[in-house]
């Protein structure tokens, strides 16, 4: 069977429910739409599910003027597009700096009563900018790259065998969206992602960087809002994939061109 892609997964809000269009633009900092959104806390700290499991359960959906927040047991809540002089706030992902805009009140408060905790949203704009070379010291990427408040790379790629190939091994199954992918391939070993260099997904080409080391964010069923009492699936992860770097599934990647991805485009490996 050809590589192809087999599912593409939209993230608007950083740690919030995923999207699942049959297609998606890529832009240099990621697919478009993807987690331009972001919590942070009462001292500007952005803020995860690996802190907050009930936030995968909010959904974000995206509109022309802003996007609609929806979550249980609370009432959906638009959100329009931050103006370009609302307040900017200092936060940083990872160590990483960015001044995104402030969301109105009534986004903090909404966020804040789901979550319980003193919380806003904010919002990536195009004037807001994130080096993607910021958190690694220019060990990955170019000069002119940039992200979103993704963890680190513009997008994240796994096969559809290592996800296979995990659950095989473990005594209940896991989604594939426990390891919040932008696009899944099928049609390949387990893992043949590791061996990637470059890629052209449709006519979209792509370096394939660092792979993605994983964390306890995996253990979260994003369904129910809890983490596993198991620890699963990085336990049994970690009896196979762990390297020098830590726990890896998954493989980021730097977009090298524009254009759109869709369902069943084809894969080719280019090096």
């Not at 790379?153 to 989604?175: K, M, T």
């Amino acid at each position: 069977m050809t590589a192809h892609v087999s599912a593409i997964h939209v993230f608007p809000l950083k740690s919030g429910a995923a999207l699942a269009p049959r297609e998606a633009v890529v832009e240099p900092r990621g697919l478009a739409g993807d987690r331009r959104w972001m919590v942070v806390d009462a001292d500007a700290r952005f803020v995860t599910g690996r802190a907050f499991a009930r936030l995968p359960l909010v959904r974000a959906d995206p509109r022309a003027d802003g996007l609609v927040l929806e979550a249980p047991g609370m009432p959906a809540l638009h959100v329009a597009l931050p103006p370009d002089d609302a307040p900017r706030i200092d936060t940083a992902v990872w160590g990483a700096p960015v001044r995104p805009l402030l969301a109105a009140p009534s986004a903090h408060d909404w966020i804040s009563g789901f979550l319980g905790a003193r919380l806003r949203l904010v919002y990536m704009d195009d004037a807001c900018e994130r080096p993607l070379t910021a958190k690694y010291d220019g060990r990955y990427g170019r000069d002119g790259d940039r992200v979103s408040f993704a963890d680190g790379f513009p997008l994240l790629l796994i096969s559809q065998a290592a996800l296979d190939a995990l659950n095989a091994r473990l005594e209940r199954p896991v989604p594939m969206l426990r390891f919040r992918p932008n696009l899944v391939i099928a049609g390949t070993a387990p893992h043949a992602e590791d061996q990637w260099r470059r890629i052209r997904v449709g006519s979209v080409e792509f370096e394939v960087s660092r792979a993605c080391t994983r964390c306890v964010f995996t253990t979260v069923d994003f369904e129910r809002g809890e983490r596993d009492p198991a620890g699963e699936p990085l336990r049994t992860l970690a009896g196979y994939r762990r390297t020098a770097d830590g726990i890896t599934f998954g493989r980021n990647l730097i977009p090298r061109g524009g254009g759109a991805v869709r369902i069943d485009d084809p894969v080719a490996v280019l090096d």
